[in-house]
């Protein structure tokens, strides 16, 4: 058991049977032999922890809680200001300087404002307008394009369309879903 280990027991569980050893002295000496130890392990260990609390050293817990502290506040910075999709474990496993780059102020001052950038956001527009033309047009759910299905106009209408944002995309590769 982890317990009993950290202060130096368990050894004495090492010894064996007779029918194991297939001696008594042996079994006799093991056994005895287990026991020293321990009594030796657990000495040590409980100099150790006494030496430790002496000069204040409690290295482990120390870390263990200035982790959880330093998660917590990154977990609280991130929530005043950072993204508010990242799970805690995330924002737990980045560095400070990761957690506070990522902020709307950084997001602003770092974004390409480059004429490239803003010509393929203008493309990207243009093509999401177009696809929200189509959507329209080819739902079955709207009453308009309910009865254009039901006077034969669908033909005249998808050409219409096509003349106004032009022809829909060609099917990316990849298969069928």
């Known amino acids: 058991m982890v317990g009993t280990a950290s202060m130096g027991r368990g050894f004495s569980d ?6 194991e050893t297939g001696h008594d002295g042996l079994t006799s000496s093991l056994g005895s032999f287990c026991e020293r130890w321990e009594w030796g392990v657990r000495s040590l260990v409980q100099q150790g922890n ?3 609390a002496k000069v204040g050293l409690s290295a482990g817990a120390l870390h263990e809680q200035d982790q959880y502290l330093q998660g917590s506040f990154k977990v609280l910075v991130n929530a005043g200001m950072g993204n508010p999709y990242a799970s805690e474990g995330d924002i737990t496993g980045k560095g400070w300087d990761e957690v506070l780059s990522d902020n709307p102020y950084t997001q602003v001052r770092d974004a390409d404002y480059s004429a490239d950038s803003f010509e393929r956001a203008n493309e990207n ?3 999401a307008w177009k696809g929200a033309v189509r959507d329209v047009n080819s739902s079955h759910t709207l009453l308009p394009n309910q009865i254009i299905d039901s006077v034969g106009l669908r033909d005249e209408v998808d050409r ?3 003349d106004m944002v032009g022809p829909p995309p060609e099917p990316r590769g990849g298969g069928e879903r």
């Open 14 to 19: 090492l010894s064996l049977s007779g029918m």
């Open 50 to 52: 006494d030496f430790a």
């Open 125 to 127: 527009t243009k093509e």
């Open 160 to 162: 219409a369309v096509d």
